[in-house]
C-alpha cells in the first residue's frame, strides 16, 4: 500500500485539498482529505495537482507512427511517451482504408493489446474505426475510393472474426447512409460503442441513430452537416441531445478558441476532450503518414494533406487542456473532460477519476499544468526529467 498526497487533487469533478490518495494492487483504495505524515511509502508531491490520467477515444498515431502500418514495436513507443502527455489510455484509431487492410489491421491490433497489457505504458483500450462508412460528402481526408455503405456483409466481416471483434471498441460511422441505422444497432449489441463521423445526416437522422444505440460524436464541427436555424444538422443535435457525448479537438485551429468555449458553456458536463492526431504529433514540421494519405504538417499550421484538407492534428492532449484554461475554462471542468467523460463514454467506471475502486491512472500537473508525472494500476510510467527527487521517490514506493 503507498499514498501519493498534494496540494490540490481533482476528486469527483472538484478541485479539492490538501488530500492523499491511497493505492494498493493498482487500485485507488480510498481518497484522504489530510495529509498523512511522512513515511517511506508516501509520496509527498510539493506543488501542482493531481488529476485522473487522460483518455483519448482518438488517437490515429503520434510521434512518426501511423497505428495501421506500425510494429508492436512502434505501438509500445507510442503508449510509452503518449504517457508523458499524461494520456494513462486510448483508443488507436484506423481510418478508412481497403476494408481487407482494416481487418487485417485490427486482428494484428488484438495481439498488440494484448503483449502492451504487461507494459509500462498508456493503457490500449481498444481500437476506435473511423471508418469506412462514411458520407462522400463529408469524407474529408480520408480516400474516397476506399468509402462503403455499411451493407451487412461487411458488418460480418467485423462482427464474424473473434480477434476483431475483440479488439474494436468504437466504430465512426454516418447513419444516414443506407442501412446505417441497422449497422449502428448491430454494432451496439455486438458490444462496441458507435460515434456518429463524417455524417450528412439531418438532426432527424442523429436522433433515430442515437435511438438505436449511438453515443457519441466524432470531431464536432469537422466533416459533418453544420449548425442550421431551421435544420439543427449534426452539430445541432450533438449539442442537444444528452445522450450524445461530443468529441472536441481543442487546438484552436479545428474549432476557433469561441466555438470551443461556446461548445463547453452548452455541452461541457458530456464533452470528451479528443486530439485526432496523426503520425506529426509531437515532430517537427515535414511529412507524414495518415493511413494511406500523405500528409504535410508546417510550421504553425495543422496537418493537411495534397489539396490542403486538414488531416488528422499534432496536437497532444495535455497542450488541449492548457489551450482551454487559458481560455478561462476552470481546470476540474476541462480535466474532467478529458478523463472522466471520455471514460464514461466507453462505460468504463473504473478508469478517468480518483475514486474507490477505480485503477490509480494519476497525472501530476505542476502550477504550469506541465505534466510531471503519471502512473498507470499505480506504476510510474513517465517522470519528467527535471524532477529526479521526486521520481525517485515515485519510483521507491508506487513502482515497486
Not at 492523499?20 to 505524515?37: C, I, S
Not at 444497432?185 to 462496441?192: K, P, T
Not at 438505436?212 to 441531445?241: C, K, S, W
Amino acid at each position: 500500500m503507498a499514498t501519493i498526497s498534494a496540494p490540490r487533487l481533482l476528486v469527483g469533478g472538484r478541485i479539492v485539498g490538501p488530500g492523499a490518495v491511497v493505492v494498493e494492487d493498482g487500485l485507488v483504495v480510498r481518497v484522504e482529505d489530510t495529509v498523512p505524515p511522512p513515511a517511506p511509502d508516501h509520496l509527498a508531491l510539493p506543488s501542482g495537482v493531481l488529476t485522473p490520467g487522460l483518455i483519448d477515444l482518438q488517437v490515429n498515431g503520434a510521434f512518426g507512427v501511423d497505428f495501421v502500418a506500425s510494429t508492436p514495436d512502434e505501438w509500445r513507443t507510442v503508449a510509452g511517451r503518449l504517457a508523458g502527455t499524461g494520456v494513462t489510455a486510448f483508443l488507436p484509431t484506423f481510418i478508412t482504408g481497403a476494408m481487407d487492410t482494416l481487418v487485417a489491421a485490427l486482428a494484428r491490433a488484438h495481439t498488440t493489446r494484448a503483449t502492451l497489457a504487461a507494459e509500462p505504458v498508456a493503457r490500449v483500450l481498444g481500437v476506435h474505426l473511423e471508418g469506412p462508412f462514411l458520407s462522400p460528402a463529408k469524407g474529408g481526408t480520408h480516400p474516397k475510393e476506399h468509402l462503403l455503405e455499411p451493407a451487412p456483409e461487411l458488418v460480418d466481416r467485423l462482427l464474424g472474426d473473434p480477434a476483431v471483434r475483440g479488439v474494436l471498441a468504437l466504430v465512426t460511422l454516418a447513419p444516414e447512409l443506407p442501412g446505417g441505422t441497422e449497422a449502428v444497432r448491430r454494432l451496439v449489441e455486438a458490444g462496441i460503442k458507435v460515434s456518429i463521423g463524417h455524417s450528412d445526416a439531418t438532426a432527424a437522422e442523429v436522433g433515430a441513430a442515437a435511438d438505436a444505440g449511438a453515443t457519441l460524436v466524432t470531431h464536432l464541427f469537422n466533416a459533418m452537416r453544420g449548425l442550421g436555424h431551421r435544420e439543427p444538422g449534426v452539430v445541432g443535435a450533438a449539442l442537444t441531445d444528452p445522450r450524445l457525448t461530443p468529441g472536441l479537438i481543442a487546438d484552436l485551429h479545428h474549432v476557433v478558441p469561441a466555438v470551443c468555449s461556446l461548445v463547453l458553456r452548452i455541452a461541457g458536463k458530456r464533452t470528451a476532450l479528443v486530439t485526432d492526431a496523426m503520425a506529426a504529433a509531437g515532430m517537427p514540421p515535414g511529412r507524414y503518414r495518415l493511413g494511406d494519405v500523405d500528409v504535410t504538417l508546417a510550421e504553425g499550421d495543422v496537418p493537411r494533406n495534397p489539396d490542403g484538407t486538414i488531416a488528422g492534428s499534432a496536437l497532444t492532449l495535455d497542450q488541449a487542456v492548457r489551450n482551454l484554461v487559458a481560455l478561462g475554462h476552470g481546470l476540474a471542468e476541462v480535466v474532467t473532460c478529458g478523463s472522466t467523460v471520455p471514460a464514461d463514454a466507453l462505460g468504463r467506471a473504473d478508469l478517468g477519476r480518483i475514486a474507490p475502486g477505480a485503477a490509480a491512472d494519476l497525472v501530476w500537473w505542476d502550477d504550469e499544468l506541465n505534466v510531471r508525472q503519471t502512473w498507470v494500476a499505480g506504476e510510474t510510467v513517465f517522470t519528467a526529467a527535471a524532477d529526479t527527487a521526486p521520481a525517485a521517490a515515485a519510483a521507491a514506493t508506487l513502482g515497486a
